[in-house]
């Protein structure tokens, strides 16, 4: 099955930092954009950052200012370096490509938790 996959989630303090990854599902099709979202228990998934190909980023302003998004085109990968965690920020983290063609990819998610 074609799909991003997700690693580096975990538990850690509030205060402290993750880096999540995520490599690219490897369809043939070309990649507009990828992003982040997260979904935490009884709430809707939201948005957390997008990258396009052409490198604009956008962020949730819940995350602004914490959260960078990048890419490596050469490994392929896209990051999420998370600073600054809050407890409100535990959630299953998910991968997202959009590809031409309106395809879409879904990772599997990566659970993150911020102890208080």
């Known amino acids: 099955q074609v799909q991003p996959v997700e690693s580096g989630g975990g538990l850690v303090q509030a205060g402290g930092s993750l880096r999540l990854s995520c490599a690219e599902s490897?369809?043939?099709?070309?990649?507009?954009?990828m992003g982040w979202y997260r979904q935490a228990p009884w709430k809707q998934r939201e948005l957390v950052a997008t990258?396009?190909?052409?490198?604009?980023?956008n962020y949730a302003d819940s995350v602004k200012g914490r959260f960078t998004i990048s890419r490596d085109n050469a490994k392929k990968t896209m990051n999420l370096q998370m600073n600054s965690l809050k407890p409100e920020d535990t959630a299953v983290y998910y991968c997202?490509?959009?590809?031409?063609?309106?395809?879409?990819?879904w990772g599997q998610g990566t659970q993150v938790t911020v102890s208080s």
């Open positions: 997202n490509e959009r590809r031409i063609g309106s395809r879409e990819y």
């Open positions: 490897g369809s043939i099709f070309r990649i507009i954009s």
């Open positions: 990258i396009t190909s052409g490198g604009s980023i």
